[in-house]
C-alpha cells in the first residue's frame, strides 16, 4: 500500500483522474522527475520513502507522488493541490500522468481516491469535534 508519509501530509479528498502529458505541465513521468528533482531544496522538498519518490511544494499546496520501479503503474506521477473554499470546505484536485497499462493506472487512481477518501472523514470528524486545522501553507 502507501507509505504513512502520505497520510501525514495531505489531509483531503480528489477524485482521480488519468490527465494528458500537458495537464501536469511535463511530456513524461520522467522528464517531471528530473524537473521537480532538480528543485528540491528551491522551494520544494524531496523525499524517498519504500521507494516513492515524494515532491512537496508547500506555497503551491501540491505534492507529486512518483511510483516505486516495482509497482504496476510504473512509470507514473500522481499530483494532488489542496484548495480550501470560501466556506473552509477541502478538497484535492488531482492530475496524473501514467504510461503504464491502463488497468494499473486505474488500480493507482483508486487506490489514491480511497486514500483521500479516508482522510477526508478524518478532516470532517476534527471538523465536528471544533478543531481548526491548518493546510501546508496557511
Request: charged share 15%.
Amino acid at each position: 500500500m502507501f507509505p504513512r508519509v502520505f497520510a501525514t501530509v495531505f489531509l483531503a479528498l480528489a477524485a482521480g483522474v488519468h490527465a494528458q502529458p500537458a495537464a501536469i505541465g511535463y511530456p513524461t513521468v520522467a522528464a517531471a522527475l528530473k524537473a521537480l528533482e532538480a528543485q528540491d531544496g528551491n522551494g520544494t522538498v524531496v523525499t524517498h520513502a519504500d521507494g516513492w519518490t515524494i515532491v512537496n511544494e508547500p506555497l503551491a499546496r501540491a505534492q507529486w507522488s512518483f511510483v516505486p520501479k516495482e509497482h504496476a503503474a510504473f512509470p507514473a506521477v500522481v499530483r494532488r493541490v489542496v484548495e480550501r473554499g470560501a466556506k473552509g470546505e477541502v478538497s484535492v484536485q488531482t492530475q496524473s500522468l501514467c504510461e503504464a497499462k491502463a488497468a494499473a493506472c486505474e488500480a493507482l487512481l483508486a487506490d489514491f481516491a480511497a486514500l483521500n477518501e479516508r482522510v477526508t472523514q478524518a478532516v470532517k470528524a476534527r471538523g465536528r469535534q471544533g478543531s481548526q486545522m491548518a493546510l501546508p501553507g496557511q
